[in-house]
């Protein structure tokens, strides 16, 4: 009947990977390497120089030298030593910036607000104040209207304390009472305007008198960020590349288990036709045994 055959073993896992790996770096090492041409230009040079692999990885390790011309190397010296020179110029303002920012902003020297502190006895000031300037006008002229009085009366011959008298110094007293207290109330009402002035003076002046203390408390980080604001980055020549180039690596691992793959088929296919021609000679077997136990 013949031997029974084994399948086809299976390919090892870590066999397989390494192989795929060690093509992997390959082409790693292939495409870095195409890729790292030397550039020649007016500007000066950008040569690659290969020195040898990365023993953890077995990376390809390469160095990139940049060479400037003569008046390229000479214009990046230039503003290196120019940056260094305003550096150097910012940090000899940074102290003051430091001692500036160092210490609260002293504000005892702006112009107090109008009513701070006694906002009732300002308020009073104020229409005291204009209730001044009212009686001003109105004293000496109610002193010449009065003396006038006095002479028209005595000129009628009126007598004092007879009830003409009375009632023209009565008229008298209640006209001045009145422009008077007009005098007061206009006084009243004057005087909220006249303190809010005041009040909006005195805030206009503390608010110029603080913007100023801040601007001069400022001006020394203004002089250090303009200072250092000079500073340009120094720039190297920037050198055109190649355009990049790029191999795949060769696929191993597919075609391994895909001829793994068609040999277990055919182990399987000749399996399955073994299993079938024993089934038809067991068949024929018994069909033997079975007609040689008729009898005739």
Not at 13 to 28: E, I
Request: proline share 7%; hydrophobic share 30%.
């Amino acid at each position: 009947m013949g031997k029974k055959s084994k399948p086809p073993p299976p390919p090892d896992p870590t066999q397989v990977a390494g192989q795929q790996t060690q093509l992997n770096q390959q082409a790693a090492g292939f495409n870095s390497a195409i890729n790292r041409g030397n550039v020649s230009t007016p500007l000066g040079s950008q040569t690659f120089n290969y020195r040898g692999t990365d023993p953890t990885t077995g990376a390809p390790m390469w160095d990139e030298n940049v060479t400037l011309s003569p008046e390229q190397q000479a214009l990046y010296n230039q503003q290196t030593q120019q940056s260094q020179a305003v550096g150097d110029v910012a940090g000899g303002l940074l102290p003051g910036v430091q001692s500036a920012y160092g210490q609260p902003v002293d504000t005892s020297g702006l112009q107090k607000m109008y009513g701070e502190g006694d906002l009732l006895g300002a308020r009073q000031q104020a229409q005291d104040s204009i209730y001044g300037r009212q009686t001003a006008f109105l004293d000496p002229a109610y002193a010449d209207r009065e003396r006038g009085l006095e002479t028209q009366l005595a000129n009628k011959g009126v007598v004092e304390g007879s009830e003409a008298w009375n009632n023209a110094r009565s008229q008298f007293g209640r006209e001045r009472e009145f422009d008077y207290g007009q005098a007061r109330d206009a006084a009243i009402q004057g005087g909220m305007s006249e303190m809010q002035g005041l009040y909006n003076m005195s805030a206009d002046a503390r608010g110029r008198g603080l913007n100023e203390l801040l601007t001069l408390r400022d001006r020394p980080f203004q002089e250090f960020a303009s200072v250092s604001g000079m500073r340009d980055p120094v720039n190297l020549p920037q050198f055109s590349q190649p355009p990049d180039v790029s191999m795949q690596p060769t696929d191993i691992t597919n075609p391994i288990y895909n001829s793994y793959q068609g040999q277990l088929d055919a182990y399987n296919a000749k399996q399955a036709q073994r299993n079938a021609m024993m089934s038809g000679l067991f068949s024929l077997g018994g069909a033997a045994i079975g007609a040689g136990g008729k009898k005739p």
